[in-house]
Structure formats: structure tokens, C-alpha cells
DNA sequence: CGCTTTTGACCCGCGC
DNA sequence: GCGCGGGTCAAAAGCG
């Protein structure tokens, strides 16, 4: 995918838990840029390339990766953050509870590294893009760079591969809003994706409302505050435009592998914030509401120093599996990497319990290994 | 010829 | 201390 930046790779890498090597490539553009980024396709859907961004581009941007005309990417923005404006709006990146995400069509110039959120979806299924030659590669994409103001990252201070808890990675989790919560919808229901808080405030996803044949046909699906409420900033209205269904259903055509990518995209986070001061913990249910509701927790310490500890939460609700079996009332689904022990149980996770959790969306729990 | 890609070696942190 | 795994280095090969 073609983000607008020159990288030259300088690694490649056989991942475990993954057959698909990482590939590692560096920012050319300027002398001495510290901006790296890694791709690797989606080992439960090998069509879904995930790609993360990490670090400061020290230099101007060249022009075709600071130019941002993404109507789609706008829509989607509003989709995920809740704004209430209208597709008329600039392009500004989401922002809820500091967790920057949209989906967006990668025809639609979305190669802008200077005004894009750090965390996209890319659904590049239009051939006619210049950016995307051949086989369409829907794309997940975790964009740790901290070139605007939008970017919850600012690693200028860190250096480029720290492996300490000051990392960036953990700053990104301390930012977490500590109730904030990214909602999986189950494979076999209604996807509902987009985020929502602890308490059920916020709840912007996608809805599937039904399917005439293949066709699914989705919906927003918002709080249950009046579309004109402006109380909050989190604005609570949701506009379910032509433009908004059309970003938000590319987005979900890869569901279930979706939740997959997206849960192997969080990993590579997760992951490098598993250490002592900051690691997935737990795993509980959470029932908020009517439905069940399971929440992986995540505590982040971050910067023990500086940082104040801060817990956020990956949760997806109703069934876990295609086969019917519901996790409601089988507690804990999701092991914590800290009690595992590799991959000799059944039960445990050589992966950070979000890749568990995208097995257990897609995949029989008795796959899971 | 200059730049990029490939690929095995190397480094380092972490867990046992 | 040792092995493992992720990330990086750097020489060789590939390519336009």
C-alpha cells in the first residue's frame, strides 16, 4: 500500500504464530528519518495486510503524502468518533477517548501520513486506484507516528526501538481513557464495530440489520441520546449517510477475518507493552447491559515514572464462535499471556489474548492452540 | 552504477 | 546461564 513515503526494507522476519514473515522497512525520504514501519498479512486472513507505523518523520513530508481529499475517510472518522458534522467536513481523524480510528477507501487518497488518524481501517478494493495495482488488500493499518496534533503518540523523546516500558507503545496505552472499551462485535451476530466506554455511554459501531441473500445491508447504530444532543463533546448523534454506509460496510466485508486483522493489529501493541509495568492482565466478564458483555482488560502502565497507571478494555459481546457455543455464562474466555504457558494447553495462548480473541471469533475454541 | 531486496548472522531482552 | 523470539545489521544479489 502505497502511503505517500519512500522505505527501503532492511529486515524480514518469520513471526511466531504467524507463517506470513514481518517485513521491516525504514523511511528513505529524509537522511537520517527514525520512522520505521512494519507489514505483515493477517495469518487468519492472509488477503488483510497489517501495517504499523512507529516513530517521527524528521523531515517534510513530500507532497503525496500530505495531501488528504478523502471524503470516505471523513465520513468514516465521523462513523467512529461520533461527530455530528456533515460529510462536508475535513478530513479530521476521530479522536475518542484518545483512540484515533476511521475506516476509510484507500482510493480516496488516503495516503496521507501528516493529516491521517494513527489508526485506520483501508479497504483498498477498488482497482481503479492508482495506489492499490492488482489484488485488492483490505488493510489494517496502526499508524504510531506522531506527525499531527491529532496522533495520541508523540515518541520525539523516545528513542526509535526502545524496549523498555518507555516506549511509545507504552505511552500509546497510558493514553487509553481508562474506561474506554473497543467493542468486537461476535462473527455470528450483527457486527457492531466502534467503541463505547465502560458504562455503555458511547457505542458507535456498525450494524448488520440484515442480509437479503449475500447482500448485507448495515446501519449506525448509536447511544441512545437524541441526534441534536451537544452536551459532550462526544457528540452522541449518529448521520447514517450513503457515504458513511459505504465506508463502514468495506470495512466490515472482511468480517469475520476482520476482527482477526484488527485483534492481530492490537497485538503487535499489546505486545510490545507486555512487561511487568504493563500487560494484559485479565480477563473477566463485564456484563453492562442486557447482553452479555466480555472485556478483555488491559492495564498500561506506560512510563512508570511519569505515567499514571490507566486500564483499557477490549470487549466484544454475545457469541463467541460460529458453532454456537456462547461464551454467556462460561466465564473466562480469554487467558492472560501471564498465566499461559505457551502453546501446550488448549487453553492458553502462546499470542497476547487479542489474537486469542480473533481466534475465537472466527475459529472453533477448540482450534484455538 | 546506484539503489533496493534478500537473507543469514547478530544483538538483546525476557522468561524459565 | 541458557534458549527463545523479535528486531537489526550488513554483505551479497537483484534490478532498472
Not at 518507555?166 to 467493542?183: E, G, I, M
Request: hydrophobic share 30%; with cysteine.
Amino acid at each position: 500500500m502505497n502511503d505517500g513515503c519512500q522505505w527501503r526494507k532492511y529486515g524480514q522476519k518469520i513471526a511466531k504464530g504467524n507463517p506470513c514473515p514481518r517485513a521491516y522497512y525504514r523511511c528513505t525520504v529524509g537522511p537520517s528519518c527514525p520512522v520505521r514501519k512494519q507489514v505483515q498479512r493477517c495469518a487468519d486472513d492472509m488477503s488483510i495486510l497489517i501495517t504499523t507505523y512507529e516513530g517521527n518523520h524528521n523531515h517534510p513530508l513530500p507532497m503525496s503524502a500530505t495531501t488528504m481529499a478523502s471524503t470516505t475517510s471523513a465520513a468514516a472518522s465521523m462513523l467512529l468518533s461520533g461527530s455530528s458534522s456533515s460529510s462536508s467536513t475535513a478530513a479530521v481523524p476521530g479522536n475518542l477517548h484518545g483512540l484515533n480510528m476511521y475506516v476509510s477507501d484507500n482510493n480516496n487518497n488516503m495516503n496521507s501520513i501528516s493529516s491521517r488518524p494513527p489508526f485506520y481501517f483501508s479497504n483498498n478494493n477498488n482497482n481503479n486506484s492508482p495506489y492499490s495495482p492488482s489484488p485488492s488488500y483490505p488493510t489494517i493499518t496502526l499508524d504510531l507516528t506522531s506527525t499531527n496534533n491529532n496522533n495520541i503518540l508523540n515518541t520525539s523523546s523516545s528513542p526509535p526501538h526502545s524496549s523498555s516500558s518507555h516506549s511509545n507503545y507504552a505511552r500509546f496505552s497510558s493514553r487509553f481513557a481508562p474506561a474506554s472499551s473497543l467493542n468486537f462485535g461476535a462473527a455470528s451476530e450483527p457486527a457492531t464495530w466502534g467503541l463505547h466506554n465502560g458504562a455503555g455511554i458511547l457505542n458507535y459501531g456498525i450494524g448488520n440489520v440484515g442480509r437479503s441473500g449475500n447482500a448485507a445491508h448495515y446501519r449506525m447504530s448509536g447511544p441512545a441520546a437524541g441526534p441534536s444532543s451537544s452536551s459532550s463533546h462526544h457528540n452522541q448523534s449518529m448521520l447514517a449517510d450513503s457515504t458513511m454506509v459505504a465506508a463502514a460496510t468495506k470495512a466490515i466485508t472482511a468480517d469475520p477475518s476482520f476482527q482477526s486483522a484488527l485483534a492481530a493489529a492490537l497485538t503487535s501493541i499489546i505486545g510490545k507493552n507486555n512487561n511487568s509495568s504493563g500487560k494484559v492482565v485479565t480477563s473477566s466478564s463485564r456484563g453492562g447491559g442486557d447482553q452479555p458483555s466480555y472485556l478483555m482488560n488491559v492495564k498500561a502502565s506506560g512510563d512508570a515514572n511519569t505515567a499514571p497507571s490507566s486500564t483499557t478494555s477490549l470487549s466484544r459481546t454475545g457469541s463467541l464462535s460460529h458453532h454456537g457455543q456462547s461464551a454467556a455464562g462460561s466465564g473466562l474466555v480469554f487467558q492472560a499471556p501471564s498465566s499461559s504457558s505457551s502453546s501446550s494447553s488448549p487453553h492458553s495462548y502462546s499470542m497476547p489474548a487479542f489474537t486469542a480473541a480473533a481466534r475465537d471469533a472466527s475459529t472453533s475454541p477448540s482450534e484455538d492452540n
